[in-house]
Nanobody
Framework: QVQLVESGGGLVQAGGSLRLSCAAS????????MGWFRQAPGKEREFVAA????????FYADSVEGRFTISRVNAKNAMYLQMNNLEPSDTAVYYC???????????????????????WGQGTLVTVSS
């Protein structure tokens, strides 16, 4: 099983940017489609973005489309989430996760649910002040 560790969280003002990183170890990173989820205080964990094993396909939640960019570098066993134009509503603990099986069936994305992910990181806190 793959092990995941997030980093890069912190405190930022509204309109600012942060870049989260997810470092993988253990099983072959490139075997997995990957995703970012987040959980705000008192709320359920929600999907943010996903990327296919080779980075060719991505999918975003409507709330972050156009502001966040997911990417990966398999040679470095790493995945990233570039977050721009941050809003106070983006405040949450952000988690990286590995999908198994991949969350695409043809061109249809089916990975919004936080259930049945193969592995999770411990999370990194992002706080956006107004």
């Amino acid at each position: 099983q793959v092990q995941l560790v997030e980093s890069g969280g912190g405190l930022v003002q509204a309109g600012g940017s942060l870049r989260l990183s997810c470092a993988a170890s253990g099983r072959t990173f490139s075997n997995y489609a990957m995703g970012w989820f987040r959980q705000a205080p008192g709320k359920e964990r929600e999907f943010v973005a996903a990327i296919s094993w080779n980075g060719a396909t991505t999918f975003y939640a409507d709330s972050v489309e156009g502001r966040f960019t997911i990417s990966r570098v398999n040679a470095k066993n790493a995945m990233y989430l570039q977050m721009n134009n941050l809003e106070p509503s983006d405040t949450a603990v952000y988690y990286c996760a590995a999908y198994d099986p991949p969350p695409w069936i043809g061109n249809s994305f089916s990975g919004r649910s936080p259930n049945n992910l193969a592995a999770w990181g411990q999370g990194t806190l992002v706080t956006v002040s107004s």
